[in-house]
């Protein structure tokens, strides 16, 4: 079941959206995989934290976080990816790993890598292992005012470096 606050909010913004079930997922790509959409058309929302606050940093399912990059475009003296323990209660109403990117519900900054700015549509977990939800960028951007920034990494390029 889709996260209720989600829903509500959603509803009540009479925002139109699909949501799409599908079988257990843990990850971005396994959730693409399985509703078959594109990989850079599944965004994945990463808790971090921002000089000690906790905020999203939201990116395809094809890439990752950049940190580094993303404390120089934020000015921050520290960003980091926030562990389990720093976030699962802020999220009641999600099963863990599956927060939707919209923190303007739960209290936090929402930062957007740009990539996902240039498809018609964003597709996320709805706060569950079990269910997607899809609805227009131009909903999401309306509702939630994140910050647009060019901060995610590719995986591969960011293995080879390893």
Request: include cysteine; charge should be negative; glycine fraction near 4%.
């Given at each position: 079941?889709?996260?209720?606050?989600?829903?509500?909010?959603?509803?009540?913004?009479?925002?139109?959206?699909?949501?799409?079930?599908?079988?257990?997922?843990?990850?971005?790509?396994?959730?693409?995989?399985?509703?078959?959409?594109?990989?850079?058309?599944?965004?994945?929302?990463?808790?971090?934290?921002?000089?000690?606050?906790?905020?999203?940093?939201?990116?395809?399912?094809?890439?990752d976080?950049?940190?580094?990059?993303?404390?120089v475009?934020?000015?921050?003296?520290?960003?980091?990816?926030?562990?389990?323990?720093?976030?699962?209660?802020?999220?009641?109403?999600?099963?863990?790993?599956?927060?939707?990117?919209?923190?303007?519900?739960?209290?936090?900054?929402?930062?957007?890598?740009?990539?996902?700015?240039?498809?018609?549509?964003?597709?996320?977990?709805?706060?569950?292992?079990?269910?997607?939800?899809?609805?227009?960028?131009?909903?999401?951007?309306?509702?939630?005012?994140?910050?647009?920034?060019?901060?995610?990494?590719?995986?591969?390029?960011?293995?080879?470096?390893?």
């Amino acid at each position: 079941m889709p996260s209720a606050k989600l829903v509500d909010f959603l509803e009540t913004n009479h925002v139109q959206y699909t949501t799409v079930a599908h079988p257990t997922a843990q990850t971005a790509h396994q959730v693409a995989v399985l509703t078959r959409t594109p990989d850079k058309e599944v965004a994945k929302t990463v808790m971090v934290k921002v000089d000690g606050d906790l905020a999203m940093a939201v990116v395809p399912a094809s890439r990752d976080v950049d940190l580094e990059t993303l404390e120089v475009l934020l000015g921050a003296d520290r960003v980091r990816l926030a562990g389990e323990s720093d976030f699962k209660r802020r999220f009641p109403d999600c099963e863990t790993g599956t927060m939707p990117p919209f923190g303007n519900l739960y209290g936090m900054r929402v930062y957007v890598d740009e990539s996902l700015t240039k498809d018609p549509e964003i597709a996320f977990d709805a706060g569950s292992h079990h269910e997607l939800i899809r609805l227009s960028y131009g909903d999401f951007e309306r509702l939630v005012h994140p910050t647009v920034l060019r901060f995610s990494a590719a995986r591969l390029a960011r293995l080879s470096r390893m």
